[in-house]
């Protein structure tokens, strides 16, 4: 490093650095006295020796521990200068080339960031020793440079130095960075043999990358094999379990630390709770609960948003709203968590509510908080909603990153929007496998399979790799456009990644199947399925109801309530489509009084199916009266008893409909004109069934379908 004299500027930023500091005060009398003693042309041993706490040693030994003393205090990006101003003094005292002040150097330089500066320190430092291999090792492990932090280890060792306790935590961590777990194996039985596996700080290091690939029975070997077990080893430990959603172990674990005489900390907390959300084990959440307030955590910032987040999970809104306003102070994070926590559980407005409070309370909104308020946006009715949050994304330049993007886009989807979702991909500027998918998936939604193809084959000419999500948003684009050779390369392609295990590809491929014709095949993907969540049940329901087999949908249904599975709004409704088809109407009567008795007795998308299986079994005074008895209305259920009064030949009734559907502020979408269109060719209306298909085009802009063109043929 080269160096100048000290100017006046200088000596007085470095008087101010001094007063800050937590030096003790023989150091800081020391220090300050540098800038002095340089405009005087003093020599800086000579001014030591007039130090009050000299003892008798050398000059040199005595400024070598001040100038360490003074190093280790430089150790975050914001002291880099303070570190390189004590650099500067020690290389024009002449004392250097110091062991242990040269490596700490380096140290200083590596921690604060500097990786230039400590790569000219690297080079200069006697290297015979395993210190400054240990922080270069570290350094290139902190930039992500996993591979040349692996190549410096084997440089360390063709040098005929020896690693110690202190190198193979950051060389581990590399091989989880580069995901090379035989490597680390291998690292692991070389760690094994010079005896350093039961180091607390080695073991901390292997437990954390058996666990990152679900290893855990490896992990757990290595942890009792550490005879002193410090809280960061322990913690590591009960992670591990709590990503592998295994609360019973994180349980057993955590009063096993307990019973020790190492004391839970923060983290340990967060561990805990955070398993008990992902579980929404409410009840054992709330017994920790206590136990934060025991130890004095609750109010710990990462405690108290875990707790808020597993509240949220466990829909205990009362409990969340009064630990929340409990808090001396919320940060960003606690009001993210309330934010996601009321868009994930449907309460939109109370959400956006929130997100005015946090900005009255002086908290400014990040790429996070509108991420996740942008998806309780998911009609057109929110279309100026989601333009003004898009516009305070640009007026407050917000990181757009690739999630914000996708929410983005995903909002434009909703709301019907094509041509800003494309806006906003196209200026995007790289390919990300996050935005993709979301077009993929937007695309899909608005039946446009052959676009969301063409943006799934741009991400593979970029060279980038579909994940499961991106998977389970193409699938249904062959579904619909009857590629049953592509979706068997996907499925392929599933089986190669690993991938077909988790439910939503696996009800994604179900789903396929079916739509291309081979239902044994969709069945034989469902029956093999690990496990089974509501949508792929649902899946499978709605997959017998479309090719003909109501029966096998019917009893599927009572297979799922046999199971413990919860019925939602789509079984439902799926199932009462079977019914309508077989037709069986004491069936779809049955399940009618399932819904009045529980959650469902106001679902729209359930009530809108039960319209439509009443009108299907010849009921269609019951189907107007669910109609007439909704609570809330939407598109759905408009065209559902619009079809029902076209489909029985009542055209001036569907027309009285079409119009008070218009007027309570519903507009018509492609469904309403294929109903209306069918309804004027059952009433034998040709010239009224051409005016709506001209209405639909010309008046509102809706594109005409297949099917819309194969009715008017009809």
């Known amino acids: 490093m080269e160096s100048r004299p000290l100017s006046h500027r200088d000596s007085s930023v470095f008087e101010t650095t001094m007063h800050r500091s937590r030096l003790s005060g023989t150091c800081k009398r020391l220090l300050l006295d540098v800038p002095s003693a340089f405009r005087g042309r003093r020599n800086l041993a000579a001014l030591a020796l007039e130090q009050p ?68 320190v690297f080079f200069r430092v006697d290297k015979r020793v395993s210190l400054p291999w240990n922080w270069m090792i570290r350094c290139f ?133 955070s398993i008990c959300a992902l579980e929404a084990q409410v009840r054992c959440g709330a017994q920790f609960h206590g136990l934060t307030v025991r130890y004095g955590l609750d109010f710990e910032s990462s405690v108290a948003n875990t707790l808020l987040a597993m509240y949220s999970k466990c829909r205990c809104w009362s409990d969340m709203t009064k630990l929340f306003h409990m808090m001396p102070r919320a940060d960003l994070i606690a009001w993210n968590v309330m934010i996601s926590g009321y868009v994930q559980n449907g309460f939109g407005k109370e959400a956006v509510n929130s997100l005015y409070k946090m900005q009255l309370a002086g908290v400014r909104p990040d790429s996070v908080t509108l991420a996740s308020i942008l998806p309780s946006i998911s ?27 996708s929410a983005l886009i995903d909002m434009y989807f909703k709301c019907r929007n094509v041509e800003l979702a494309y806006k906003i991909f196209d200026g995007t500027g790289t390919m990300d496998v996050v935005i993709c998918s979301a077009m993929i998936s937007g695309y899909v939604l608005h039946g446009m399979s052959g676009d969301a193809l063409n943006i799934f084959r741009q991400l593979i000419n970029a060279q980038m790799k579909p994940n499961a999500i991106t998977l389970a948003s193409i699938l249904p684009a062959c579904s619909s456009l009857v590629a049953l ?21 696996g009800s994604s491929l179900t789903d396929m199947y079916a739509k291309c014709g081979r239902l044994d095949h969709a069945h034989y993907m469902f029956e093999n399925m690990p496990e089974k969540d509501a949508v792929a049940w649902n899946s499978m329901i709605a997959s017998f109801t479309q090719n003909g087999q109501p029966e096998e949908a019917v009893n599927l249904f009572r297979q799922m309530g046999v199971e413990g599975v ?33 959650a469902l007795r106001s679902d ?100 005409a379908r297949m099917e819309h063109y194969a009715c008017m043929v009809d």
């Open 141 to 273: 492990a902190m930039i992500g440079w996993f591979e040349s932090a692996l190549l410096l280890y084997l440089k360390m060792f063709f040098c005929d130095v020896v690693p110690d306790k202190y190198t193979f935590p950051y060389v581990i961590k590399a091989c989880c960075g580069l995901r090379a777990l035989e490597l680390g194996s291998l690292f692991h039985g070389t760690i094994s043999s010079m005896g350093l596996e039961a180091d607390p700080f080695v073991g901390s290091s292997l437990i954390k990358m058996y666990t990152e690939n679900n290893l855990i029975d490896h992990a757990r070997r290595v942890f009792d094999r550490v005879p002193e077990k410090d809280c960061v080893l322990w913690n590591v430990m009960i992670d591990g379990y709590a990503q592998n959603g295994d609360l019973r172990e994180v349980l057993v674990l955590f009063n096993s630390m307990r019973s020790s005489e190492v004391r839970p900390n923060f983290v340990s907390f967060a561990c805990v709770l």
């Open 566 to 598: 919860n019925y939602d709004c789509v079984t439902v409704s799926s199932t009462l489509s079977a019914c309508a088809n077989l037709p069986a109407i004491h069936h779809g009567r049955e399940i009618h009084g399932f819904m009045m008795k529980g």
């Open 379 to 405: 009609d057109s009715a929110g279309l100026k909603q989601g333009k003004e949050i898009h516009a305070y994304i640009v007026r407050n330049d917000v990181n757009l990153d690739a999630f914000l993007k």
């Open 604 to 703: 729209m998308v359930a009530e809108s199916a039960l319209i439509d299986m009443y009108a299907k079994c010849g009921n269609l005074v019951v189907a107007r009266c669910v109609f007439d008895t909704m609570e809330v209305k939407n598109e759905v259920s408009w065209n559902s008893i619009i079809a029902a009064y076209g489909s029985h030949g009542h055209l001036k009734e569907a027309m009285g409909l079409f119009q008070e559907m218009m007027v309570s502020g519903f507009q018509p979408d492609h469904i309403t004109f294929l109903t209306m269109i069918s309804s004027c060719g059952h009433a034998g209306e040709v010239e009224q069934g051409f005016q709506y298909f001209h209405r639909m085009r010309d008046e509102f802009g809706i594109k």
């Open 485 to 505: 050779r592509l979706g068997k390369e996907l499925h392929c392609y599933a089986l190669k990644n690993r991938f077909e295990g988790r439910c939503y590809v």
């Open 53 to 120: 706490g000299f003892d008798g040693t050398s000059a040199e030994e005595f400024l070598e521990g001040r100038f360490l003393s003074l190093l280790r205090g430089c150790s975050r990006p914001c002291d880099l200068n303070r570190g390189r101003q004590v650099h500067a003094q020690v290389v024009v005292n002449g004392i250097g080339d110091l062991g242990p002040l040269e490596t700490r150097v380096l140290g200083m330089y590596v921690l604060c960031g500097s990786f230039t500066d400590a790569k000219d």
